[in-house]
Nanobody, 117 residues
Framework: QVRLVESGGGSVQAGGSLRLSCTAS????????MGWFRQAPGKEREFVAS????????YYTDSVKGRFTISSDNAKTTVNLQMNSLKPEDTAVYFC??????????WGQGTQVTVSS
């Protein structure tokens, strides 16, 4: 069991920046990826970005490439999502998740990001 706690959400105007953090505790040794997902009102949850623990390779959905950066600390207990040039369509609840080898099976409680035009 991995426990995830997100922080850093908030409200910002279009073009602004926010930094989300997610701290993991528990059985983190079985982590393959840590990722960020988001869910906007009335929409399905979608993948945003992930980082592979073994070599720190990163992956992004096309809509955030060049604007968002995922990173982790050396201890691999915290993953961050730096979000720049935010757009109103980035408004969503953002969730941190851990991929344990088969699927993303541990999720945080979510943090709200609101971008106003």
């Amino acid at each position: 069991q991995v426990r995830l706690v997100e922080s850093g959400g908030g409200s910002v105007q279009a073009g602004g920046s926010l930094r989300l953090s997610c701290t993991a505790s528990g059985r983190t040794f079985s982590t393959y990826f840590m990722g960020w997902f988001r869910q906007a009102p009335g929409k399905e949850r979608e993948f945003v970005a992930s980082i592979r623990w073994s070599d720190s390779s990163t992956y992004y959905t096309d809509s955030v490439k060049g604007r968002f950066t995922i990173s982790s600390d050396n201890a691999k207990t915290t993953v961050n999502l730096q979000m720049n040039s935010l757009k109103p369509e980035d408004t969503a609840v953002y969730f941190c998740a851990v991929h344990g080898g088969v699927k993303y099976d541990s999720w945080g409680q979510g943090t709200q990001v609101t971008v106003s035009s």
